[in-house]
């Protein structure tokens, strides 16, 4: 893996970790919001795929302007676990208090960073939920994405009995200490079965997981990166689980 690192980390408590893969689109605005909002008190790491489109340039054009910005690139399409995998490890060595996940395409509403971190502040794993309270918060999504989603939160409950409303969601805030408990070597996860087993790893820690309500709207530019292979890996992937821990292999 041939990645590219630019810029030290700086003395921001939080690190929000962005993954990326053709968002030439929304990526600069995106980072222009939160920096604007959050300034020193927040340092960004995209981690990009080898975007084709250019994902990338704007982020080292922006690192001229923002010094909490930093960037891997990676030498190709290599998934959002892994993604996510490298982020923290970064993350870990440079001592953040607080590790966010967030998506790049402003589905996560960057006005909602400083909830889920007010949140961590009691809490060891916070995810900002679309279905919490037995509410539905998501704006612009056809119903048979709102279906699948709504389902596969359902399912996975039923599952592996983790008390989680919206277990795929990719929201979220983790204190560093977590992070440094799990065991990042062991997840093998990607697609959005990653969010499930993450947040299944923290829950059988005995750690203490809150959901806060937030507002997912769909992306309005740019393509969806969900696809029938990450369906069928989250189907299978909570019964591994449910069975790793059953017979204390997690």
Not at 17 to 25: A, C, H
Not at 38 to 52: A, E, M, N
Not at 93 to 109: G, K, T
Not at 121 to 132: H, K, Q
Request: proline share 3%; glycine share 10%; hydrophobic share 45%.
């Amino acid at each position: 893996m041939n990645e590219e690192l630019r810029g030290d980390a700086g003395a921001a408590p939080s690190l929000v970790i962005i993954p990326t893969y053709n968002e030439s689109e929304n990526v600069g605005r995106l980072l222009e919001t939160l920096m604007a909002s959050y300034g020193r008190s927040l340092d960004i790491l995209v981690i990009d795929d080898c975007s084709p489109d250019g994902t990338a340039e704007i982020v080292r054009r922006l690192q001229e302007r923002f010094t909490g910005l930093h960037l891997i690139e990676r030498a190709g399409k290599l998934g959002l676990g892994t993604a996510y995998i490298t982020g923290f490890r970064w993350a870990l060595r440079r001592r953040y208090r607080f590790i966010l996940e967030m998506d790049a395409d402003f589905s996560h509403d960057p006005a909602s960073v400083g909830a889920l971190i007010a949140a961590a502040e009691g809490a060891d794993l916070v995810i900002g939920s679309r279905y919490v309270g037995n509410r539905v918060n998501v704006v612009n999504w056809p119903l048979g994405r709102l279906i699948l989603s709504k389902g596969a939160s359902i399912y996975t409950r039923l599952v592996t009995g983790m008390p989680v409303a919206d277990p795929t969601g990719g929201f979220k805030c983790f204190r560093r200490e977590v992070l440094e408990q799990i065991e990042l070597d062991r997840v093998a996860s990607q697609g959005y079965s990653f969010q499930i087993e993450v947040n299944f790893r923290v829950w059988k820690k005995g750690l203490r997981i809150v959901e806060v309500p937030i507002v997912f709207t769909d992306r309005t530019v740019g393509l969806s990166k969900m696809t029938k292979e990450n369906i069928r890996e989250a189907v299978w992937m909570v019964w591994m689980l449910k069975l790793k821990s059953l017979f204390g292999r997690l």
